[in-house]
T-cell receptor, first 117, second 115 residues
C-alpha cells in the first residue's frame, strides 16, 4: 500500500518570503499522480497543484511550484512571495494511475502553514 | 460553478442515534468518497463508490455504512453513533476516465459532535 509522509506538522513564513513544504511517499508503482491540496480555515479543500509521475518537468501554478524527485520519492511544494491568504493546512496526496475505477487519493497528515505579516 | 454540497455544516447527535450525512455533487462524477479528518491523523478514507450502487470499504469502515442510489448522491450512515465518531467528515467526488487520475472536488465538510 502507498503511504504519504509529511514530517513537519507546522511551519511559519514571513509575508513576501518563500517557503517549502516537504512530502515524501512510498510506492512500488511507476505510474501515479501527486497533488497538493490547501485547506483554509473556512475548511473547503482546494487543489493547489498536480504532478504526473511520467513528466520530468516540475509543475507550476503562479506562485506555487513543486520539486518532484521521482527516484527519491519526494514531492515538495514551494510557495513564492507568500501572502496572508496562503495561511492554511496543506495536504500532500498520492493517486495511482493504474488502479482503474477503484483509484483513490492517499493523503499525508498535513502541515499547518502560518504567514507572519 | 461546480459543487459538492454537504447537507449540514454542524451536527450534534446523541450516542446511539442513527445519523445520516448527505453529499450531493452536480458534476456527473462517477467516483464519490467519504473521509474523516482528525487533528494529527490527516484524512482517512471511510468508504468510496465508483458507480451507482457500488461501494468499497476504505481504511476505517467500522461503524459506518454508505448508500449510493443515484449517481449524484452519496450518503454516509452511522448506524449507532458513538463519541469516538466525533469528527470532521469530508465528502469528495472525481470523474473517472481510464488512464487518467483526477484530483477531487471537496465539499465544505460536516462537523459532527456525538454527545
Amino acid at each position: 500500500a502507498q503511504t504519504v509522509t509529511q514530517s513537519q506538522p507546522e511551519m511559519s513564513v514571513q509575508e513576501a518570503e518563500t517557503v517549502t513544504l516537504s512530502c515524501t511517499y512510498d510506492t512500488s508503482e511507476s505510474d501515479y499522480y501527486l497533488f497538493w491540496y490547501k485547506q483554509p480555515p473556512s475548511r473547503q479543500m482546494i487543489l493547489v497543484i498536480r504532478q504526473e509521475a511520467y513528466k520530468q518537468q516540475n509543475a507550476t501554478e503562479n506562485r506555487f511550484s513543486v520539486n518532484f524527485q521521482k527516484a527519491a520519492k519526494s514531492f515538495s511544494l514551494k510557495i513564492s512571495d507568500s501572502q496572508l491568504g496562503d495561511a492554511a493546512m496543506y495536504f500532500c496526496a498520492y493517486r495511482s494511475a493504474t488502479a482503474g475505477a477503484n483509484s483513490k487519493l492517499t493523503f499525508g497528515k498535513g502541515i499547518t502553514l502560518s504567514v507572519r505579516p | 460553478d461546480v459543487k459538492v454540497t454537504q447537507s449540514s455544516r454542524y451536527l450534534v447527535k446523541r450516542t446511539g442515534e442513527k445519523v445520516f450525512l448527505e453529499c450531493v455533487q452536480d458534476m456527473d462524477h462517477e467516483n464519490m468518497f467519504w473521509y474523516r479528518q482528525d487533528p494529527g491523523l490527516g484524512l482517512r478514507l471511510i468508504y468510496f463508490s465508483y458507480d451507482v450502487k457500488m461501494k468499497e470499504k476504505g481504511d476505517i469502515p467500522e461503524g459506518y455504512s454508505v448508500s449510493r442510489e443515484k449517481k449524484e448522491r452519496f450518503s454516509l450512515i452511522l448506524e449507532s453513533a458513538s463519541t469516538n465518531q466525533t469528527s470532521m467528515y469530508l465528502c469528495a467526488s472525481s470523474p473517472y476516465r481510464a488512464g487518467v487520475s483526477y484530483g477531487y472536488t471537496f465539499g465544505s465538510g460536516t462537523r459532527l459532535t456525538v454527545v
